[in-house]
């Protein structure tokens, strides 16, 4: 979310669990905007919350005035004031962080124990070597909030779009989604750097706008996984647009339950 409209935002993922104490919301509306200027971004969006078991991480993700999907960094703060960035991991290194289970101790210096088992010579003489690795909890932070970011983070249709030069940046004369449209799946796109559209028909593909449809719905990725629904008391108001709620289950429903 923006950390211009923070304060409101936040608000409505209280229903979710999301909290954030008076305090924290004041002191990130202050912080984030000093951490724009200072790193010379473009917007800076308050991801979220990771909850660790001494000390918990607030995430923030600060855009540059590139590419909006390339250029983008992670930071972390535990205090909601200091900002700190998290590194760049190799594929390797992130593969190896993503394997680690258990919760986040809160203590981004902590180091965990990684086993890497290589299996040494061939046929009979074939021989198992262990390999101690130390992995930094700041590393695994980085490694899934990578990973959580390219598999839920969702946009509705129309608010990014492509340019000539294949530079996708955020629509300003987007408004929000219709009341009809904010009910559909096939309204809200991944935002990630794969986008895939062989799942679509070629019939639908023709109907496509090129410069806003260039990434894959909900509808065609992992279906079943998604859960939506409306905030009934602002979708029942004949003033307001709905509040559309869209929740990322950990497997899939029948289909006979997705409405």
């Not at 959580?148 to 030069?165: F, L, N, Q, S």
Request: hydrophobic share 35%.
């Amino acid at each position: 979310m923006n950390s211009e409209g923070l304060t409101l935002s936040i608000e409505y993922l209280a229903s979710t669990g999301i909290l954030l104490s008076t305090e924290q919301k004041a002191a990130l509306q202050t912080s984030l905007v000093m951490l724009q200027n200072a790193q010379k971004f473009h917007e800076v969006h308050f991801w979220g919350k990771i909850v660790g078991i001494k000390e918990s991480y607030f995430i923030a993700s600060g855009i540059g005035k590139g590419n909006e999907l390339q250029d983008r960094k992670f930071l972390y703060s535990q205090d909601c004031m200091k900002w700190c960035m998290l590194p760049i991991l190799a594929d390797s290194r992130a593969q190896m962080c993503r394997s680690l289970s258990g919760r986040f101790i809160g203590d981004p210096t902590y180091e965990y124990e990684y086993i890497d088992v290589k299996v040494v010579g061939e046929g009979e003489e074939a021989e198992e070597e262990t390999n101690t690795v130390l992995v930094k909890e700041e590393d695994r932070l980085a490694a899934v909030i990578d990973e959580i970011d390219k598999e839920v983070h969702i946009v509705p249709r129309g608010a990014y779009v492509k340019t000539a030069t294949a530079k996708i940046v955020t629509n300003r004369s987007f408004e929000g989604l219709n009341n009809l449209d904010c009910k559909k799946l096939c309204s809200y796109f991944h935002f990630r750097n794969t986008p895939n559209t062989d799942n679509i028909k070629l019939l639908a593909k023709a109907t496509l706008d090129q410069s806003i449809d260039f990434w894959s719905t909900l509808n065609t990725i992992a279906e079943g996984c998604w859960h939506f629904t409306l905030k009934e008391e602002v979708a029942d108001h004949p003033q307001k647009s709905p509040l559309a709620r869209i929740l990322i289950l950990p497997r899939p429903l029948e289909q006979k339950k997705i409405r």
